[in-house]
């Protein structure tokens, strides 16, 4: 499967941005979908989760509240939405693909065999 990641951008402290992730191939509906980011300097953090079915997700705790992931998979892309946007939310973002199937949700970059290019997003104060 290959993942296309946009809608980076600029943005101030307190504004909101919708990432998007289009995937091609046709097995994208059995996969769990994950949102990861890196900052300058600092190691690749996971940021949220979705499973297969939308039915499930999951947040790193600096994000819960503000961020909201969500996926159509007519579509086959996944969402993830970012409020209330913070100057440490600035990194690239990452969408990635979990294609083991099971019912937990992967928070480890090494779960995820498939990876989008990353768009930047940038908060300023």
């Known amino acids: 499967v290959q993942l296309q990641a946009s809608g980076g951008g600029l943005v101030q402290a307190g504004g909101s941005l919708r990432l998007s992730c289009a995937a091609s191939?046709?097995?994208?509906?059995?996969?769990?979908m994950g949102w990861f980011r890196q900052a300058p300097g600092k190691e690749r953090e996971f940021v949220a989760a979705i499973s297969w079915s939308g039915g499930r997700t999951y947040y790193v705790d600096s994000v819960r509240g503000r961020f909201a992931i969500s996926r159509d998979n007519a579509k086959k892309t996944v969402y993830l939405w970012m409020n209330s946007l913070k100057p440490e939310d600035t990194a690239v973002y990452y969408c990635a693909a979990d294609s083991r199937g099971g019912l937990v949700i992967a928070t480890s970059g090494k779960d995820y065999a498939y990876w989008g290019q990353g768009t930047q997003v940038t908060v300023s104060s």
């Open positions: 191939g046709r097995t994208f509906s059995s996969y769990t």
